[in-house]
């Protein structure tokens, strides 16, 4: 984990396609990257299985709270609230 008060580090899906390409295509271990790259051993090894359940699409960027638009949204129709619920 990191310090306390420090941001945490976003990682683009390209960064995390060129860690995954070195684990799986380089065969490079998922320590030496960290130890190389100063990316976390379990942040790697969640975005190589990741991708290889659901493929480059998963590893897209996840920003903020979908379920925030329940709370805070009050012109959400009925199907779009039913849809963040699901």
Request: charged share 35%; no cysteine; hydrophobic share 35%.
């Amino acid at each position: 984990m990191g310090k306390k008060g420090t941001p945490h580090r976003k990682w683009s899906k390209e960064e995390k396609l060129r860690f995954i390409r070195l684990h799986l295509d380089e065969h490079i271990s998922i320590t030496e990257i960290e130890r190389k790259y100063g990316v976390g051993h379990s942040l790697v090894s969640a975005w190589v299985k990741r991708y290889l359940e659901d493929g480059e699409e998963a590893l897209e960027p996840k920003n903020g709270n979908p379920y925030a638009a329940l709370h805070t949204s009050k012109s959400l129709s009925e199907v779009d609230r039913l849809r963040l619920i699901i």
